[in-house]
Nanobody, 125 residues
Framework: QVQLVESGGGLVQAGGSLRLSCAASGRTFSSYTMGWFRQPPGKGREFVATISRSGGSTNYADSVKGRFTISRDNAKNTLYLQMNRLKPEDTAVYYC??????????????????WGQGTQVTVSS
């Protein structure tokens, strides 16, 4: 089992940047494919990005490609999401998630066994 805690959310103006972190504890972090998902107000949870267990491969939703970067530090048991050129439509609660094994094509929330509590990101226009 793994426990996940997100941090780094907040209020930012359009065009600004934020860096989210997800600290993991429990079983070996490098055993898990990791993902970031988000849930905009009044909508369902949607895929943002995934990263392979080694960190060597990534996958992004078209809406964030070129603006967001997912990374991980297996020595620190931490997942990151660098978000640049933020837009008001990026406003959402952001969640990190872990899937034992898996691949970067694990794009649906139901594929993930473990979730953090979420962190709010609000982008003002």
């Amino acid at each position: 089992q793994v426990q996940l805690v997100e941090s780094g959310g907040g209020l930012v103006q359009a065009g600004g940047s934020l860096r989210l972190s997800c600290a993991a504890s429990g079983r070996t972090f490098s055993s898990y494919t990791m993902g970031w998902f988000r849930q905009p107000p009044g909508k369902g949870r949607e895929f943002v990005a995934t990263i392979s267990r080694s960190g060597g491969s990534t996958n992004y939703a078209d809406s964030v490609k070129g603006r967001f970067t997912i990374s991980r530090d297996n020595a620190k048991n931490t997942l990151y999401l660098q978000m640049n050129r933020l837009k008001p439509e990026d406003t959402a609660v952001y969640y990190c998630a872990a899937r034992e094994g898996g691949t970067i094509n694990s794009l649906t929330p139901s594929m993930y066994e473990y979730w953090g509590q979420g962190t709010q990101v609000t982008v003002s226009s």
